[in-house]
């Protein structure tokens, strides 16, 4: 899946609410990609991956628990494209969403939701990055 792709696809199921919560978008999400080829959910679990391994980066989540600090970053990447990337080139940005406790822990479970939806069988996936927290070793100064 192309990058502009999921990017659209984000914000095609973001719910026209005040204040959707990631529920809603990770419902919306999973009825979408049920609708869909498998490739198409595979290409969403690479794309939700990358996008929160770019995240795991110490100006980021230092002081956070792996829990926290994957939730949040999920918030980030639910919040849509244009705030992603604001996040990404200015790491105060991120701030708000962990301190307020912002999360959007549903969002990692659209692609094995829709997985078994498609297959009846459970998903023992991998990606090709992680985005469990603290994965990231350049991000973290490791390498």
């Given amino acids: 899946m192309h990058d502009d792709v999921f990017w659209k696809l984000i914000e095609s199921c973001t719910p026209s609410v005040p204040d959707p919560d990631a529920g809603q978008l990770a419902a919306a999400l999973t009825r979408r990609l049920c609708a869909e080829p498998l490739t198409t959910v595979i290409g969403f679990a690479e794309q939700l991956s990358w996008a929160l391994y770019r995240l795991d980066r110490k100006e980021y989540g230092q002081g956070l628990s792996s829990d926290s600090f994957l939730y949040t970053r999920a ?69």
């Fill in 75 to 143: 918030a980030i990447v639910a919040a849509g494209r244009e705030t992603y990337e604001a996040v990404l080139h200015d790491p105060q940005l991120f701030a708000p969403y962990s301190r307020d406790l912002v999360w959007a822990e549903s969002l990692l479970y659209v692609p094995d939701e829709t997985y078994r939806h498609l297959t009846g069988e459970e998903w023992d996936r991998g990606t090709r990055y992680s985005y469990e927290s603290y994965s990231n070793r350049a991000g973290w100064g490791d390498e």
